[in-house]
């Protein structure tokens, strides 16, 4: 395949390999359980086992782990440490050639604070990718009393995996949202020292717990079509 091929179908595999396991083990309650799905559910591809972990790590070249309950996190953590030669051969037949940050606003684990789910395609994945990133920063993105903007965690692992640091974080999400949410966002920052943009910025907590939110085109018709 060619590169936009290939991150257009591996988003997809991903989030149907997800989806698959919910309705394969059922919706799990815990950190354990819930982390256990993302390493049990698989499809043999090309005669390889591919996780929905090893798709983040070895395929779009994620370093932080996925977000989650603490608990959830740190052994997340601890098992991408010991899976070194897994990772490897996996990135050796399928790896992209380079991280691909914006996937963090496509991939959807059926948690409730997850981008909505949407099919991409070859031919359109950059700009989808690009409107994805767009409508997920204008949901989520909160300004509150022009005082603090609350951010999603999944802006932060965004922000991690294309190296944006803190204080360039809130110049980056100005250019990416509409008028009014960018006029917002910018008095919050007038109100504080400029040179430290990340003092106005507040995280949002992350909920683990499970929904899904499908994208417009895929209830109005099958997406194939």
Known sequence: MEFNAQ???????????????????GIPHGSLRRLALFHKASYNIGGHIITANAIEQSIFCFRTPRIGRWLETILSTALRKKSGEERQIISSNFGLP?????????????????PVL???????VKEELEAAKRDFLQANVVVKKSKKVFLPRVLERFAKEASISSDDLLNWVLENVDKKLHNSIQKCMDGKSKKKPSHCIDWL????????????DLTEKPWWV
């Open 118 to 124: 949407k099919v991409y395609t070859a031919s359109n």
């Open 7 to 25: 991150i257009a179908f591996w988003i997809n595999v991903y989030n149907a390999l997800v989806m698959h396991a919910y309705l394969a083990y």
């Open 98 to 114: 380079y991280a691909q940050p914006l996937a963090c606003f496509a991939l959807c684990t059926g948690a409730f604070s997850d």
């Open 205 to 216: 907590p992350y909920s683990s717990r499970f929904r899904y939110i499908f994208s417009k």
